[in-house]
């Protein structure tokens, strides 16, 4: 059996953890590995410490030294700790980058110790209660130096240059969240992901220790590194960030296992998904829909692109894969960008970031995973998608990989010719089998008439298809697709579609996951 335990990795979201019973920003991206080679610290440095923490035992933090104040602070007190935007990092500077730092404290309390990188030269960044301003009278006055941070965000101009953003947060276990133009915290990113679904319990590394670089007057980019630390593995990361319309995150990462775990998982990706157009079952809810992401994308290869709807499990929670014979570029998207998509003023949906994984080196063959987990409310982080890859490395051996990870409101420029619009599911209701009505949006003129017989091709791994009818949308363009899928009973079912034109494939294959409710 199973249950949840929550852990927050933002404000006022959690995610549910399974148990058992340069100057210009061109010029700074031509520049960062040889700036990186030639400075005091780099990429090797933390490469190195990385293996030599490996070869020792792993210690876990006690926290014997947070005060019990800070650890038994509630949510709504933690956030009303503020960091003083007087005490900065680099604020007098004159650069386009600022670090400013979280109390320890709350469900965040490890201590992440923060260095900085300036021509060279390493240094500390020392904790002071200074820092903070603490608007209760809970909080000791007398915090000792040595209490190191919780974590660290960073703002830069991103959509003024008379204003800095926050453009990017790390906090909390190995979870990080970046920012483009006009968007707002949504999904998270992960460091690396270590058993997600096993019966056996996951296993979260964390971050133990920063070292930001200080960028040069008008780079419009940063470089960062990090060691990470958990039973099974320690490793080293280099993060290279650059603000934008669409804000892209280099990385690069060298992992030493201890031990092999059972399952890895590589640039997880987490995000929330309670109710969308695709519900079937009630929520007590005004808003047509509530969720941070609605679907995974996933390039399959051979012109083929994979679009799976998300969905909140009825009752427990589910893992879908998708293999491939090499690492596949693949992630969580927001596709509905109108705000009557939601009509929440408060948490503005439409601007949530698509977060888009493209792999580099050493990736190998393996599958990008998704678990869906049930959640009631929109509180919980309930989705999450990872690359698997095949091959464990035993312990004492490295794993060094690199990829790329962009947050935008329009996701992959890329792709087949139509995508799936939205997904509608009718219930099955007595004797009415349940059916689903899919939409193609697509006007070009090059587009074969799709609602000819044998346009749309369907596969079920439960059950059968009757009444499947293509049809022009003249309403808003495009094709819509209904069909019904009888005879599946109570089994999970995994259904496919894609709509072509002769042998040419014209649209990416929608896949779903489907059981009945109750």
Not at 46 to 68: C, G, H, M, Y
Not at 297 to 323: C, H, M, Q
Not at 373 to 401: G, K
Request: charged share 25%; glycine share 8%; hydrophobic share 35%.
């Amino acid at each position: 059996m199973f249950k949840g335990l929550l852990h927050r990795i933002g404000p006022g979201r959690v995610i549910i953890i399974l148990l058992a019973t340069g100057t210009i920003l061109g010029c700074f991206r031509r520049t960062a590995q040889a700036a990186d080679e030639g400075s005091g610290f780099s990429f090797n440095t933390a490469r190195e410490l990385a293996r030599s923490l490996a070869a020792k035992d792993f210690k876990p933090e006690q926290n014997t030294d947070l005060p019990e104040a800070l650890k038994n602070l509630t949510y709504d007190q933690y956030q009303a700790i503020r960091f003083r935007p007087e005490r900065s990092l680099w604020k007098d500077d004159h650069v386009r980058f600022i670090a400013q730092f979280f109390q320890r404290g709350y469900l965040y309390q490890d201590p992440v110790k923060i260095h900085v990188i300036d021509d060279g030269r390493v240094s500390d960044v020392a904790f002071s209660p200074e820092q903070f301003d603490y608007q209760t009278s809970r909080i000791p006055k007398d915090l000792p130096a040595t209490l190191q941070f919780g974590g660290f965000r960073l703002l830069y101009p991103l959509n003024s240059p008379q204003k800095m953003d926050e453009v990017a947060e790390f906090l909390g276990a190995s979870y990080f969240r970046v920012l483009g133009e006009a968007q707002r915290y949504g999904s998270s990113i992960r460091g690396l992901a270590i058993d997600t679904g096993e019966p056996t319990g996951e296993e979260f590394p964390r971050f133990t220790e920063f070292w930001l670089e200080k960028p040069h007057a008008l780079a419009g980019g940063m470089r960062l590194y990090a060691l990470l630390d958990s039973p099974s593995v320690a490793g080293a990361y280099r993060f290279v960030i650059e603000p934008g319309a669409n804000t892209t995150v280099e990385v690069e990462a060298s992992l030493f296992f201890r031990k092999s775990p059972k399952k890895i998982g590589l640039a997880p990706l987490g995000s929330f998904f309670m109710t969308g157009q695709n519900r079937t079952r009630y929520f007590p809810d005004y808003r047509p829909q509530v969720h941070d992401s609605d679907g995974l994308l996933v390039e399959a290869g051979d012109g083929d692109w994979l679009w799976r709807p998300l969905v909140n499990p009825a009752r427990t929670y589910r893992i879908s894969r998708f293999p491939s014979a090499e690492g596949k570029r693949f992630g969580l998207m927001q596709r509905d960008r109108e705000f009557g998509d939601y009509d929440d003023l408060g948490s503005r949906f439409e601007r949530r970031p698509s977060y888009w994984v493209e792999p580099g080196e050493n990736w190998g063959p393996g599958a990008v995973e998704l678990l869906e987990i049930p959640t009631p409310n929109e509180f919980n982080d309930n989705m999450v998608a990872y690359w698997a890859p095949r091959n464990i490395p035993a312990p004492d051996q490295e794993l060094h990989l690199t990829y790329r990870i962009s947050a935008s409101l329009a996701g992959p420029d890329e792709g087949p010719k139509l995508r799936v619009r939205s997904t509608r599911v009718r219930p099955e209701s007595g004797d009415a089998p349940p059916r689903f009505v899919i939409d193609f949006p697509g006007t070009a003129p090059h587009l074969a008439d799709l609602s000819t017989a044998g346009s749309a091709k369907v596969q079920v791994s439960e059950g059968q298809v009757q009444n499947l009818i293509v049809q022009t949308n003249d309403a808003s363009g495009g094709w819509q697709v209904f069909f019904d899928l009888v005879g599946a009973g109570d089994k999970r079912a995994e259904l496919r579609l894609h709509l072509q034109s002769g042998n040419e494939l014209e649209s990416e294959t929608w896949i779903y996951d489907y059981q009945k409710s109750n």
